[in-house]
């Protein structure tokens, strides 16, 4: 180890609503380090990384599992859904990335289980208009049941019969729920258990105490990656509740997650596409409409990785993210998908909110202000010509370096680098101290 420079661990995390490309931010930032741990979430966020012009959809495996010379992690903060995973784990070896001892699963994450599933999916139904909008992948229930203390854990696959006895308590009265009050299908106990039992042969082997590894590992000098999965906005307590996710999406999630003390870790870059999107319901105070957000929708694909669904496109949203700069005490911000903006003449940037006769700029706790504000917009220039794929400062028309400049100084943080393509290297750096480490 060098010790003239301490190794710094780093945490990426969305500043938006998720599927701001954090999957190809990760990817690009993985070369300087050695271990990817993902810290939070399910499989419900999908990440595609583009590698040599080959398209990788990842769910759970964090993005580091691409790199051959990389461990990736997945933290007692996940939730897993061990037959998905397995499925996750064969596609990536099919399309020829060797997974082998590279992958570690912490042996307390939380399970899901076919019953998280049908009861989500049967209180989605019986919500009617007021639907959350969920991936129906079981994520919330699980979590759901770990905070209610009844949940099973990755550790419990190693005692079949403990893994029997605890699935039949669990499924007795998931099943009377589910038919008390939704009417729900029911779910077959032997078949589950038995088919969750032959998961263990592939999953055991990958089980490890991942706060002993990774403290060891840092310990050693390595460096660590900790890797988000959705947003700050949709962090379960600082994002938009209801319209969040079950977990800790922002970047504190990374210590409970993985077992990490937080004086361990050295930064937390957020990453935000360069105007804005939301998948399911919630406030959106800067959503754009008609065309407008057609015309984004059509040129970034803003379409769910995992569920295809169509995103809700609108403009950056200053308050927002400077609430999420805040919570997450950002180092540095990476701003991807500018070429989205290219056909631009006007980019409107939202600067403030306006509700009830009243300009403010703090982001509300209170859904229905947030529901019902109206965003102040702000029009910047825009540059009209390609900036897709560029990899230097230098090329980009001054038009894009004045409106990266003014995100910048809105938010009140750096930028470190800009994303320009779904390739790893259309990236531009703007500083690169901040994953050097220094
Ligand atoms: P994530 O979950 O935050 O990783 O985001 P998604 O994977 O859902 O969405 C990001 C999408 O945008 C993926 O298809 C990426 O390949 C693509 N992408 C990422 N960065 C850029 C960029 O700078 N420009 C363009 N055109 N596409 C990008």
Same mark, same amino acid.
């Given at each position: 180890m060098d010790e003239s420079r301490p190794p710094q661990n780093l945490v990426v995390v969305g500043v938006?609503?998720?599927?701001?490309g954090k999957g190809k931010v990760v990817d690009a930032l993985?070369?300087?380090?050695d271990i990817v741990a993902r810290y939070q979430g399910g499989a419900n966020a999908g990440h595609t990384v583009v590698v040599d012009g080959r398209k990788f959809v990842l769910q759970?495996?964090?993005?580091?599992?691409? #790199? +051959?010379?990389k461990t990736a992690v997945l933290g007692n903060g996940v939730v897993i859904d061990p037959v998905a995973l397995l499925e996750e784990l064969d596609a990536v070896e099919k399309a020829g990335v060797p997974v082998g001892d590279r992958l570690l699963i912490s042996d307390r994450a939380h399970l899901i289980l076919p019953y998280h599933r049908s009861h989500e999916a049967a209180a989605e139904q019986a919500r009617?208009?007021? %639907?959350?909008?969920?991936?129906? %992948? /079981?994520i919330g229930p699980s979590y759901e049941d770990k905070a209610g203390r009844r949940g099973l854990r990755?550790?419990?696959?190693? #005692?079949a019969d403990e893994f029997r006895r605890k699935c039949c308590e669990a499924l007795a009265e998931k099943n009377r729920l589910a038919s008390a009050l939704f009417d729900g299908p029911l779910v077959d106990s032997g078949e589950m258990v038995e088919r969750y039992l032959e998961t263990a042969t592939r999953i055991v082997p990958h089980l490890a105490d991942v706060s002993a590894y990774l403290n060891t590992q840092m310990d050693r000098g390595k460096r660590v990656l900790f890797e988000g999965a959705q947003g700050t906005l949709l962090d379960?307590?600082?994002?938009?509740y209801p319209f969040?996710? !079950?977990? !800790?999406?922002?970047?504190?999630?990374a210590c409970t997650g993985t077992g990490?003390? +937080?004086?361990r870790i050295g930064g937390v870059v957020g990453v935000s596409k360069a105007y804005a999107t939301r998948v399911g319901s919630g406030p959106f105070p800067t959503e754009a409409s008609g065309p407008e957000s057609e015309k984004l929708r059509e040129r970034g694909g803003e379409?769910?990785?995992?569920?295809g669904r169509p995103r809700r496109c609108g403009w950056f949203d200053v308050p927002a993210a400077r609430y999420s700069a805040r919570l997450n005490h950002l180092s540095a911000l990476v701003i991807t998908?500018?070429?989205? =903006?290219?056909? =631009?003449?006007e980019i409107p940037v939202g600067v403030e909110y306006e509700f009830a006769g009243r300009r403010f700029s703090d982001f509300p706790s209170e859904i229905a202000v947030l529901e019902c504000a109206r965003a102040r917009y702000q029009a910047l220039p825009g540059w009209q010509e390609s900036t897709f794929?560029? #990899?230097?400062? !230098?090329? =980009?028309p001054k038009e894009a370096r004045d409106y990266l400049r003014f995100l910048s100084d809105q938010v009140g943080v750096k930028i470190a680098m800009v994303s320009t /393509?779904?390739?790893?290297?259309?990236t531009i750096w703007f500083d690169e101290s901040v994953v050097r480490g220094q």
């Open positions: 938006q609503w998720g599927d701001e993985a070369e300087r380090f759970l495996i964090p993005t580091g599992i691409l #790199r +051959p010379d009617g208009v007021d %639907k959350l909008g969920t991936t129906a %992948k /079981g990755t550790c419990d696959l190693l #005692r379960l307590d600082h994002g938009t969040v996710t !079950s977990s !800790s999406a922002a970047a504190g999630g990490v003390g +937080p004086t379409y769910g990785a995992v569920t998908k500018l070429d989205i =903006l290219d056909h =631009l003449a794929g560029l #990899r230097d400062y !230098s090329q =980009l /393509g779904p390739e790893r290297d259309q």
